[in-house]
Structure formats: C-alpha cells, structure tokens
C-alpha cells in the first residue's frame, strides 16, 4: 500500500481507522495558501471566491497554532516533559499540520507563493500540486480531480473523515495533562466554521449530526483497540445507547466488528436520505428515552465509570437535541424547543467525569419539563 495521503499531514495518528484511509494515489505535493489567495481565485469576495479571505479572518483553524504558546500550553507541555508545545508532534499535529509535511512533499518556494506555515487549505482540501490548475475549469469532473489528489467533501461522511483526525482522540498522554477534553459533533462543527461555500438544498442536520456520531464512535473504539480505558468504554457505550436510541436503524446485538460496523453505520446513512419527517421522530425518541438514566444502565462498564457513561449520554443527547432543533429550523419549521430550556439541559450537563446521582436527577428533571412541553 501507498503511504496514505494524511500520514504526511500527520494526522493519520489520529484518524486510526480504515476510513481514513481513503486518500489518492500518488502524491500531489502541499501548495501554500497563498497560491489560492489572488483576487481572481479566492482572495476574493462572497463564497468560493472569499474562500481566503474569511479563512484569514474568521477561521478558527488559522489561530490554531497561536493556542500553542498560551499559558494553558504551556502548562499541557510541561506536564508532558515538552520544551515547547509549538514544536512539538504531540501538539503540531493538530494545532500546525503544515509543520509535519516532509520538505520533499512542499512545492519549492521558487515554484510558488510562500507557504503557511502552520495550518493551510491543503490540511482539508489535499495537496494541490496536480489539480491546481484543472480545478479552475468549470468543465472539469469532480471525480478526476480527487483522483489528482483533490480530498471529496461533499457529503457528511466524506467531511466527518475529514474533521473527526482532530476533533475527538486525545491519547491517553494528553488526556492525563489535561488537555481540554474532544468531543466530536459534525453539524455543530460544520455551522460554527465560519462556511466559505455553499450547503445544498438538502443539506440535513439530523443526518449529518447522525453521521457525525457513528464516525465518532468509530474512532474512539479504533483507539480502544491502541489504548484501552475504562473512560473510553463509558463513552463508547454512552454512543452506542445514542444511536439505538434514535431509531434510526442502529443494530445494538450486531456482531460485527465495533469499528467496520459503526463505519458501515455511517456510510449507509450517508447514502440514505432523510425528510424531516424521520427527523422529528429521531427527535421524540431521542427525548424520551430514559434507559440510560435507570440504576441498571451501562452493566457492561466497569462499576466505578458508569455515571461517566450517563454523563457522556448526556453530554451528548443535550447536543443532539439542539441539532434537531436547528434541522426544524432550517426546514422552516417552528423549533421543538424553546432555546432558553436546550440552554438550561446544557448547564446541567457538566463535563461526564463529575456525573453523580445528584447531577443525573437534575438533568433528568429538565428532560422531563421539554418532554411534557413536547406532548
Ligand atoms: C488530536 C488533535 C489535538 C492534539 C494532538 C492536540 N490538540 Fe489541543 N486542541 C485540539 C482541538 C480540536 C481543540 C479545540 C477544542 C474545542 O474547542 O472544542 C484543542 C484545544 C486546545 C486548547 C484550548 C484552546 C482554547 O482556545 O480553548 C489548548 C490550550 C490546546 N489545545 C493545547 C494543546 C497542546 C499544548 C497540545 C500538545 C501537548 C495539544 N493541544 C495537542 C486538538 C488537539
Ligand atoms: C478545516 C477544513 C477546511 C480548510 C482548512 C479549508 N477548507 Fe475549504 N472547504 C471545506 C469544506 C468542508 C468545504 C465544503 C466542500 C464541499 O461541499 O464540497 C470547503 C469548500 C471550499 C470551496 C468551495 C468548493 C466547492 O466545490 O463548492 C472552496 C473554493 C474552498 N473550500 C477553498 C478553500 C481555501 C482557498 C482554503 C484555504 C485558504 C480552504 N478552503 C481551507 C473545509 C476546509
Ligand atoms: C489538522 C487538524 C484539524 C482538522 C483536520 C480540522 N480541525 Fe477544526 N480545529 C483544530 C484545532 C487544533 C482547533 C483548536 C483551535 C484553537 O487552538 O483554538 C480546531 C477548532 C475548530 C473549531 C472551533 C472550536 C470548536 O471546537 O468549536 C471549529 C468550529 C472547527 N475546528 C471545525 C472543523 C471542521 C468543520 C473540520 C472539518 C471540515 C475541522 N475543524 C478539521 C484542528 C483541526
């Protein structure tokens, strides 16, 4: 097998599964951004052609490496034995990728404009080198271009493959110098990027949510498989009960392999489409689901971790129902809830470590107050 594309973006440490896997043959080199930045590409105005533009300004992902030389990386790293975060893989890898790009796979300088240093298009959109100039004609198929090296994300999978390397495994290194703790959820992600292109028309936020969460879980139990702890276990159950509960066709006694069969999961509801309709059934499911709250919840994790389990339930079930809110919203329908009580289900859902019978009543408490408000 090639070496796939991600491994020289670093990220496939993080990626661990086959999914990831999915990259071009052959390398096409890193461009830097600025070759994407001239007013006639997209250093222009609006979508597609401000693609730069909103990048440089807003985008979260361009500051990614400056959160390496705060004081809370400072104090990651030096709980780690790291000199300096801002030079370190464990941290590069995901706050500066174009850091770990071998030289050999970045164009020249004197072949093109200067390289971000740091975090560039390439990190999302592949390198460049062989499409850059096919990809300005209109005629052009999108099909030849990801076989040049350009990365397909049109659909929520293909994006969930794209985002989920950053966005949910810490090691076990990490998570014992406190990194803040990942938490994957697509759709948000998605709506909190500020967008430099365009959604379909039929762009869903249930089922990119739902994608959003088999890949998740995918990628937490591949990392079980490196790193197995009791803490994973809770949250891969807490995912499992997740998508069982919405009904949306998640096989809990299914034999197959955890992480074949969440990645099967979510390419199958990727293919599928979704109305509003199964939506809003996955919504009033999801909303009265109490299972998971009960004393006998989570047998299959060790004792000591199971609030931890309900507590990612509920970190995650108060995410899913804003979801679906938005998924009514953007459909021009009257949202099931009112924002100040989805506001109210978040506060009472602190980070899963603390859960406690306590924690869980009340956060049960405000399930039940939107659950009588949806009868
Ligand atoms: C697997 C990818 C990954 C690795 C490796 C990683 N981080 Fe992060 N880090 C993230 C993501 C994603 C966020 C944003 C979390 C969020 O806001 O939900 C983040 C957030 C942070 C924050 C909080 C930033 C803020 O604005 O709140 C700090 C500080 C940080 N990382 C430092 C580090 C340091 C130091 C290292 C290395 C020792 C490191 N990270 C390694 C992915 C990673
Ligand atoms: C964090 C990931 C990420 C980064 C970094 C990123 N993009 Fe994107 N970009 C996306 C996603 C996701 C889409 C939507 C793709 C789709 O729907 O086919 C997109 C779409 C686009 C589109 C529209 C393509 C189309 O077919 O509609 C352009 C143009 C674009 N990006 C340019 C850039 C440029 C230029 C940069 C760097 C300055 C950049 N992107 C950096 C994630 C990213
Ligand atoms: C190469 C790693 C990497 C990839 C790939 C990546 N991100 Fe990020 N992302 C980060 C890091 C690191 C941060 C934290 C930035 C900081 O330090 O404040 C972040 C922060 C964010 C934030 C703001 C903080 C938060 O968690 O709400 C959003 C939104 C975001 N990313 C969306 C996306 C989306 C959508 C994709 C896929 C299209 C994506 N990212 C792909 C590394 C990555």
């Known amino acids: 097998m090639q070496v796939p594309f991600t491994l020289f973006l670093a990220v496939i ?26 007013s006639g590409c997209h250093g222009g105005a609006g979508l597609g052609k401000g693609a730069y533009n909103i990048w440089k300004h807003s985008d979260p992902h361009d500051k990614a490496s400056a959160t390496l030389t705060n004081g809370q990386s400072t104090a990651i790293a030096q709980k780690m034995g790291i000199k300096s975060a801002a030079d370190s893989v464990s941290c590069t890898a995901c706050h500066a990728p174009m850091k770990n790009v071998a030289p050999s796979l970045l164009m020249p300088a004197d072949q093109g404009p200067a390289e971000d240093k740091d975090f560039s298009c390439a990190n999302c959109h ?16 999108r099909a030849a271009l990801e076989k040049l090296g350009m990365r397909p994300l049109g659909n929520a999978y293909q994006r969930a493959n794209a985002c989920v390397a950053c966005h949910q495994n810490l090691s076990n290194e990490l998570v014992k110098a406190n990194h803040p703790p990942l ?22 936020h249930v089922k990119t949510w739902l994608i959003g969460q088999a890949v998740a879980l995918r990628e937490i139990a591949a990392q079980t498989l490196r790193e197995p702890t009791d803490a994973r276990t809770a949250e891969i159950e807490a995912i499992k009960e997740l998508l069982a509960a919405s009904g949306t066709g998640w096989d809990r006694e299914s034999k197959t392999d955890l992480v074949k069969a969440a990645d099967d999961f979510a390419k199958r509801v990727s293919t599928a489409p979704m109305s509003t309709t199964q939506a809003r059934t996955a919504l009033g499911l999801l909303l009265q689901n109490r299972k998971p709250f009960e004393i006998s919840a989570f047998g299959t994790v060790a004792e000591d971790h199971r609030m931890r389990a309900v507590g990612h339930y509920a970190e995650r079930l108060a995410l899913a129902l804003d979801r ?3 998924s009514l919203i953007a459909a021009g329908e009257k949202a099931a809830f009112a924002e100040d009580s989805l506001n109210e289900l978040f506060i009472a859902s602190p980070p899963p470590k603390s859960f406690d019978v306590d924690i869980t009543e009340n956060f049960v408490r405000k399930l039940d107050a939107m659950t009588a408000v949806n009868k």
Do not use: M
């Open 13 to 38: 440490f993080f990626c661990v599964s086959e999914a990831c896997f999915g990259e071009p043959e052959g390398v096409s080199r890193v461009l830097g951004s600025g070759s994407c930045a001239t």
């Open 324 to 326: 679906l809110n938005q």
């Open 183 to 204: 938490i994957f959820e697509l759709d948000g992600l998605l709506v909190e990027q500020p967008k430099h292109w365009r959604e379909d028309e039929d762009f869903s």
């Open 126 to 141: 592949g390198g460049a080198e062989k499409w850059i100039l096919s990809h300005t004609r209109p005629d052009y198929p």
